[in-house]
């Protein structure tokens, strides 16, 4: 899976908080590596697959050091949904729509 999507929805988080420090994302490289953001967490992934994504990561939340693990799977309509698990047990599900490009630089 190649791209970058918009998370538009988390249940478990409030919509102020997905975007509280920059518009929350998924990106997928094509070649195993990739990132997000959402909140107030980053991570690096590490992980791949064609139409759905089982990865590894590693970044931070709230300045303190995070990792876990998540999957996203790309649906019919281009968008995706999947999880992000933290290592302490916190799981947030996503749902994402592919990034719009016409307006905002990747």
Known sequence: MKGKW???EMPDFGKDYLDLMEPAYILFDGEGS???????VTGGLCGGGTNTVHFTWDGNSEM?????HGWAELQ?????VGEIDFD?????????KPWDNSSTAC
């Open 64 to 68: 303190d050091e995070a990792g876990g």
């Open 34 to 40: 990739g990132e997000f953001a959402f909140g107030c």
């Open 6 to 8: 918009r998370i538009v």
């Open 88 to 96: 302490n047990g916190d799981e947030a599900e996503f749902i994402a």
């Open 76 to 80: 019919p309509d281009g968008s995706l």
